[in-house]
């Protein structure tokens, strides 16, 4: 028997991957060897514990598998040890803050409107409700720079345990020396939240926060890294048996991070999501990846000149990664949600976005934000980034007008289906 229903909605969903162009630059197209893996016989496995020290029988592979991801992950980061269990990119870097924190104890994070993800403290989360988050941020809206010397200031005044180099919307690369500078005065452990831009770093064209002294690494693996959604924790140290007590102590943090991984937030790994992380760090290892990160870039910065040249505002005015935030509100007259739903239509994905000190609500925001990973995977190259720039361009100014709108559609429409999906091949 087939579940009809479900069977037509994973089709519709593929319908509509193809036929549009996905700007959301945490979104990617995975290879058909990551959904064969995903999709595989290890969804059927318990695998409580971690390789070498499971609670289940049967291990021979899961172990093997896992202990294989583990190695690729190492390698592609330069980290000393590797933790692949983690669901998501939340319970990472809550595996983090309480591997090493005790309640009340403080978190420097990046300002939410600014970049800073829902985890660096935004009120309602359970992390701010037991830790104390202090924030720094953008000095110069133009440029992007973030003001060091206050977020030096508050260090010393605040001692945070953590300083968080990290973010969900910002678009420039941050100046890991100055935070590893100010986290050594003050004695913080250096934690980067890299879920945006780690595929990036594993393709080696942004720079890596273990090479400036950071003790932790959080990620995403998907998003840049064109793996399964999950996420894995990377550290420097060594790691002795996760399953034992030890002292709090930075030498020990890999193996305080493990414990807390399992069996302090979560039970059995999914052991499919981590045959498919494997594939997918195998496949950022390839020659090939380093070239897609290039284009990544290459089509990031012609995207986001082409919209300035528009009349879009950009926040920061560029990017020095993958990403870019607009101030659709500055730049049109109405607010991002608008802009996200007419650009759906004619079918480009992307998503309404706060900007730094946004007047608006979360819910309404001044801005989208958009990039390249994807449009990359398809195959998109700088001369496509005029095309989709001005698609953009006019279907917000004729927001009104349907038959435009449904021009623009079946254009698109035609120039997506002329670019394949990774999964064909």
């Known amino acids: 028997m087939t579940d009809k229903v479900v069977a037509e909605l994973i089709t519709a969903e593929e319908k509509r991957q193809r036929n549009g162009l996905e700007l959301i630059p945490s979104e990617n197209y995975v290879s058909k060897q990551v959904l064969n893996a995903l999709g595989s016989v290890f969804t059927n496995k318990y695998s409580e514990g971690y390789p070498g020290k499971r609670y289940y029988g049967g291990q021979i592979n899961t172990d093997k598998v896992e202990q294989l991801a583990i190695e690729r992950a190492k390698a592609l980061f330069k980290a000393d040890h590797a933790n692949v269990q983690p669901h998501s990119g939340a319970p990472a870097n809550e595996a983090v803050y309480h591997a090493w924190m005790e309640p009340g104890d403080t978190i ?59 973010f969900s919307s910002y678009p420039r690369e941050l100046d890991y020396a100055k935070f590893a500078d100010i986290g050594r005065e003050v004695g913080a452990v250096l934690m980067a939240d890299m879920a945006h831009i780690a595929g990036l770093i594993a393709g080696g064209v942004l720079a890596n926060p273990f090479d400036y002294g950071f003790n932790v690494i959080t990620t995403t693996t998907h ?12 550290t420097k140290g060594t790691v002795s048996n996760p399953l034992k007590t030890v002292d709090k102590t930075i030498e020990n943090l890999p193996t305080l991070i ?45 995207l986001s000149q082409a919209l300035m040249n528009k009349g879009f505002k950009l926040i920061t005015n560029g990017t ?16 991002g949600s608008v802009a996200e739903q007419v650009l759906d239509r004619v079918g480009l994905t992307l998503n309404k976005n706060v900007i730094p000190d946004d007047p608006l609500p979360p819910y309404k925001p001044s ?10 995977t398809r195959g998109l190259k700088e001369e496509h980034m005029f095309l989709v720039a001005d698609w953009m361009h006019q279907a917000l ?14 254009d698109i429409l035609h120039f997506a289906n002329s670019f394949p999906l990774p999964s064909d091949n």
Not at 223 to 234: E, F
């Open 397 to 410: 100014i004729k927001k009104n007008d349907p038959k435009a709108l449904d021009k623009l559609a079946k």
């Open 223 to 234: 998003k840049t890294l064109r793996g399964p959604r999950g996420a894995m924790i990377l």
């Open 320 to 335: 020095d990664n993958h990403m870019m935030v607009a101030d659709i509100q500055t730049s049109f007259g109405f607010d």
């Open 108 to 166: 420097m994070g990046m300002e939410l409107s600014h970049g800073g993800h829902l985890t660096h403290g935004r009120p309602g989360t359970i992390s701010a409700k037991l830790f104390n988050f202090v924030r720094y941020g953008i000095k110069d809206l133009e440029t992007g720079e973030i003001d060091y010397n206050l977020m030096r200031e508050i260090a010393l005044k605040t001692k945070p345990k953590i300083i968080l180099a990290g």
């Open 367 to 376: 801005g989208v934000r958009l990039g390249t990973p994807a449009i990359t």
């Open 258 to 302: 493990d414990r807390t991984v399992f069996p302090g937030l979560q039970g059995g790994p999914h052991m499919h999501t981590i045959a498919a992380k494997a594939v997918a760090f195998w496949e950022a290892a390839q020659p090939s990846y380093h070239n897609y990160c290039l284009q990544v870039l290459a089509n990031a910065q012609t």
